[in-house]
């Protein structure tokens, strides 16, 4: 089971905390993604981290702005979003897929696309202007 948290209200500018927890199971041996969805619009991907390498990939909406990463001891991935704008406004998820899925070349081009065994049920964030 995935457990999201640290969605909020955030002031544009702002920043936010999203953790992403492995209950029952180790996200060591997983490749995790962020995606969002904001009301009326299509769920999109935001990041992925792939296995042990570390391995980050953004949207390019979010480069320079969001820094995904992995502790190993919390079993738990971030998602550290700065410079926050009205548009980051949505449910944030984290999904896992497990690392032997997919290789780490092809998860990399296409970690938005693959299908995922695990989703989060979400959390909201929620930027004002």
């Known amino acids: 089971q995935l457990v999201e948290s640290g969605g909020g209200l955030a002031q544009s500018g702002g920043s936010l905390r999203l953790s992403c927890a492995g209950l029952g199971f180790s996200l060591n041996d997983y490749r995790i993604g962020w995606f969002r969805q904001a009301p009326g619009k299509e769920r999109e991907g935001v990041s992925c981290i792939s296995g042990s390498d570390g391995r980050p990939y953004y949207v390019d909406s979010v480069k320079g702005r969001f820094t995904i990463s992995r502790d190993s001891a919390k079993n738990t991935v971030y998602l550290q979003m700065d410079s926050l704008k009205p548009e980051d406004t949505a449910v944030y998820y984290c999904?896992?897929?497990?690392?032997?899925?997919?290789?780490?070349?092809?998860?990399?081009?296409?970690?938005?696309?693959?299908?995922?065994?695990?989703w989060g049920q979400g959390t909201l964030v929620t930027v004002s202007s």
């Open positions: 999904a896992a897929v497990r690392s032997r899925r997919y290789s780490a070349s092809y998860y990399f081009t296409r970690c938005f696309e693959v299908g995922y065994d695990s």
